[in-house]
């Protein structure tokens, strides 16, 4: 799952989500010089794994709306 939301920045992003008992990184994921290079202040990063349930990925996506809405 990877869009672009350009309205909010990742922090912000991180914010809401934790808010809403979502828990993702955001920051430079130990790519400061390439992110420099092209710009990019941070990214908001969702990492999934064996574990994670279906209710925990629509939870992110009704959160990711939730963010949307808040910026858009």
């Known amino acids: 799952l990877g869009f672009v939301m350009n309205e909010a920045h990742p922090h912000d992003i991180g914010t809401i989500l934790d808010n809403e008992g979502i828990a993702i990184r955001a920051g430079h994921h130990c790519a400061q010089p390439v992110m420099e290079r092209f710009g990019i202040p941070a ?20 959160g990711l709306g939730t963010v949307k809405k808040m910026f858009s």
């Open 43 to 62: 990214t908001a990063r969702a990492s999934f794994a064996f574990y994670n349930t279906i209710d925990e990925v629509d939870a992110l996506i009704a």
